[in-house]
């Protein structure tokens, strides 16, 4: 069949919807290649197994945003957690655990490093204000969003320590009071696509945010 001649017919049939009433037999009579080959079908039939895999389809189109939605249950309701304890807690050194223990046991991120850029009155020394570059200092301060991907080229993976040979992705978070900033945080992860330039930061820049909030008010920096 030439393909003009072809489009008339479809054209025939679409603007003649009665067609098939009038010569309902025919549709018992007309077949079809299966869609995925082999043996002929009845128009009807294959009518139905389109209609068929169309459900098909649409279910797991479903099932995937249904799984989407309980993840980020999930994950909302482990931010929640980690909002509460930073809460509660009142001393520097508590908000460092409580930071990681969350992180280790409900994000299953195992590597956290964080860097100020200030030492609070009355903190002990700590890793965590260890001397910072000045232009890693800057790249934080020009860090809009959390950066996500490799560690080569920054010098942030010493920060994790013994751990920095094998650290493969990493996440970067500013820290922030206002508009000024404070410091950063760093997530480790031997998996090279654990933290990766695409994915979403929403929740890492919460968790940014609340970190420095709960970092300012249990700790003043030196005068």
């Excluded at 009518?47 to 479903?62: A, D, G, I």
């Excluded at 760093?186 to 994915?199: N, P």
Aim: net charge negative; proline share 5%.
């Amino acid at each position: 069949m030439s393909a003009p001649f072809a489009e008339d017919v479809a054209e025939y049939l679409k603007t003649n919807p009665g067609f098939f009433e009038q010569y309902a037999d025919l549709l018992a009579q007309i077949y079809v290649p299966h869609p995925h080959g082999g043996r002929a079908v009845s128009l009807a039939e294959r009518q139905m197994l389109t209609l068929r895999e169309k459900n098909r389809q649409t279910e797991s189109k479903l099932a995937e945003l249904i799984a989407f939605g309980e993840e980020n249950d999930a994950i909302s309701e482990k931010v929640h957690r980690l909002a509460v304890g930073l809460i509660a807690v009142e001393t520097f050194p508590a908000v460092i655990h409580l930071l990681r223990f969350h992180l280790r046991d409900d994000f299953s991120v195992p590597h956290v490093a964080l860097r100020l850029w200030q030492k609070p009155a009355g903190v002990d020394e700590l890793p965590e204000f260890a001397t910072v570059a000045p232009e890693l200092q800057v790249f934080a301060e020009t860090l809009a969003h959390p950066y996500c991907g490799s560690t080569s080229g920054f010098g942030t993976a010493a920060w994790f320590g013994e751990h920095a040979a094998h650290i493969r992705s990493q996440a970067l978070i500013a820290l922030c009071d206002g508009g000024t900033t404070i410091g950063m945080l760093a997530l480790g992860s031997e998996d090279a696509q654990r933290f990766y330039g695409e994915m979403g930061v929403l929740y890492l820049e919460r968790m940014g945010e609340m970190l420095s909030a709960a970092l300012m008010r249990v700790a003043k920096p030196v005068q």
